[in-house]
């Protein structure tokens, strides 16, 4: 029997053939570079001008030096600008990157960890930084010069940060600077006032550097009184006039027109003596 004769019928037909996989194969691989150089394509038009611009900038303007491109369009701007010339930029640092989808400027990295500025001291009048209630701790609370021109400097204990504000109450008796130096202008007694826009602290400063009237005198300038102990009077000597009596905090201390003292509660308050001429400051502490 001739060996090439199909013994079946059904050797002949194409459908029991094994399928040829040459074909497929190509086909196959033609697909995966089509989606690569597409996705490649897709990458260029959606990083493109941003990965130039980075280029651009690490190469210190070289790349548009060598090609005479200068800056980078965006899409949507019409053809690049080119310049004819091989001169680089004199100054790259001026030519940012930008952010294709909003166009805006990419900050510079020193933007992001530049230190933030240290905040101003809260400037306030001396009314208002009396009004703010006490917190501040000052290394003292009372004390006296008695040399014009004399200085003596008051410092903000722990617990407080700053920036700090100080205020003299009259700056023609005591003035004071931004680091709590006060120094004796001219006789008298005034409260200085440290404060950093939300608490405050107070120190008295007594000027003993002369007198308008060298003959007046209190009693006492500074006294200590409680509630239970009540009134204590205070007197001037050696003025002939009518005398005005006032309290710079009455409901720590009250004054009549004599000059009678009422401790009213825990605090401190000056009480000023005051003529035609001239006037004291009695302090009067009132513990709790």
Same mark, same amino acid.
């Given at each position: 029997?001739?060996?090439?004769?199909?013994?079946?019928?059904?050797?002949?037909?194409?459908?029991?053939?094994?399928?040829?996989?040459?074909?497929?194969?190509?086909?196959?691989?033609?697909?995966?570079?089509?989606?690569?150089?597409?996705?490649?394509?897709?990458?260029?038009?959606?990083?493109?001008?941003?990965?130039?611009?980075?280029?651009?900038?690490?190469? /210190?303007?070289?790349?548009?030096?060598?090609?005479?491109?200068?800056?980078?369009?965006?899409?949507?701007?019409?053809?690049?600008?080119?310049?004819?010339?091989?001169?680089? *930029?004199? /100054?790259?640092?001026?030519?940012?990157?930008?952010?294709?989808?909003?166009?805006?400027?990419? *900050?510079?990295?020193?933007?992001?960890?530049?230190?933030?500025?240290?905040?101003?001291?809260?400037?306030?009048?001396?009314?208002?930084?009396?009004?703010?209630?006490?917190?501040?701790?000052?290394?003292?609370?009372?004390?006296?010069?008695?040399?014009?021109?004399?200085?003596?400097?008051?410092?903000?204990?722990?617990?407080?940060?700053?920036?700090?504000?100080?205020?003299?109450?009259?700056?023609?008796?005591?003035?004071?600077?931004?680091?709590?130096?006060?120094?004796?202008?001219?006789?008298?007694?005034?409260?200085?006032?440290?404060? /950093?826009?939300?608490?405050?602290?107070?120190?008295?400063?007594?000027?003993?550097?002369?007198?308008?009237?060298?003959?007046?005198?209190?009693?006492?300038?500074?006294?200590?009184?409680?509630?239970?102990?009540?009134?204590?009077?205070?007197?001037?000597?050696?003025?002939?006039? *009518?005398?005005?009596?006032?309290?710079?905090?009455?409901?720590?201390?009250?004054?009549?027109?004599?000059?009678?003292?009422?401790?009213?509660?825990?605090?401190?308050?000056?009480?000023?003596?005051?003529?035609?001429?001239?006037?004291?400051?009695?302090?009067?502490?009132?513990?709790?």
């Amino acid at each position: 029997m001739d060996e090439n004769y199909p013994r079946y019928p059904e050797d002949n037909d194409p459908r029991r053939q094994p399928p040829k996989r040459g074909g497929s194969a190509l086909i196959t691989l033609l697909l995966v570079l089509i989606i690569l150089l597409l996705s490649a394509i897709l990458i260029y038009l959606r990083y493109g001008d941003l990965m130039m611009n980075r280029l651009y900038q690490f190469t /210190d303007g070289k790349i548009g030096a060598e090609t005479g491109v200068t800056s980078l369009p965006r899409r949507g701007d019409g053809p690049a600008a080119v310049e004819d010339t091989d001169t680089p *930029p004199e /100054d790259t640092d001026e030519l940012p990157g930008v952010d294709t989808e909003s166009g805006d400027a990419i *900050p510079d990295e020193d933007e992001f960890f530049a230190p933030e500025p240290e905040p101003e001291p809260v400037v306030l009048d001396y009314a208002a930084a009396r009004a703010l209630p006490d917190g501040i701790e000052l290394s003292t609370h009372d004390f006296t010069l008695r040399t014009l021109g004399e200085s003596a400097t008051v410092r903000v204990k722990g617990g407080s940060t700053g920036p700090f504000t100080w205020i003299s109450e009259n700056p023609s008796v005591a003035s004071v600077d931004e680091n709590g130096k006060i120094t004796a202008v001219s006789h008298g007694t005034v409260n200085v006032i440290v404060t /950093d826009g939300v608490r405050k602290g107070l120190c008295v400063a007594r000027m003993i550097t002369g007198s308008t009237s060298t003959a007046a005198k209190l009693n006492t300038t500074d006294f200590t009184r409680t509630v239970e102990e009540g009134e204590y009077q205070l007197k001037v000597s050696g003025v002939d006039g *009518p005398i005005t009596w006032t309290s710079e905090n009455p409901s720590v201390a009250s004054v009549d027109e004599n000059g009678l003292v009422i401790p009213l509660s825990k605090g401190q308050a000056r009480i000023r003596a005051a003529w035609d001429g001239g006037y004291l400051i009695c302090v009067v502490r009132v513990p709790g």
